[in-house]
């Protein structure tokens, strides 16, 4: 069983950066890609940074291009999500995912194990 344990959110200013961390257990990653999203209130649950654990090919969206940078560290089985030059429009729930899939996806339906998530929120 896959588990996905997220951690690092909080309260930071317009500017800032955080350092989301993803704990992943219960398998061996080596064919997964593992994905950040974030949901608004109100809104869709949408796409933010993707990693293929193996080879470590890397997909942002457009919005967080330049400022947040995905990575992940294979002995502690752990994924990254550092975010730099933090904006209010960046604050949502941000949940770690994880597929065996031989694509990047960039939707939700795209991937079957989820953590349960953690808040950012970016003060102006």
């Known amino acids: 069983q896959v588990q996905l344990v997220e951690s690092g959110g909080g309260l930071v200013q317009a500017g800032g950066s955080l350092r989301l961390s993803c704990a992943a257990s219960g398998r061996t990653f080596n064919s997964y890609v593992m994905a950040w999203f974030r949901q608004a209130p109100g809104k869709e649950r949408e796409f933010v940074a993707a990693?293929?654990?193996?080879?470590?090919?890397?997909y942002y969206a457009d919005s967080v291009k330049g400022r947040f940078t995905i990575s992940r560290d294979n002995v502690k089985n752990t994924v990254y999500l550092q975010m730099n030059s933090l904006k209010p429009e960046d604050t949502a729930v941000y949940y770690c995912?994880?597929?065996?899939?031989?694509?990047?996806?960039?939707?939700?339906?795209?991937?079957?194990?989820w953590g349960q998530g953690t808040q950012v929120t970016v003060s102006s």
């Open positions: 990693i293929r654990w193996t080879g470590g090919s890397t």
């Open positions: 995912a994880a597929d065996r899939i031989p694509y990047i996806a960039t939707t939700h339906r795209g991937y079957d194990y």
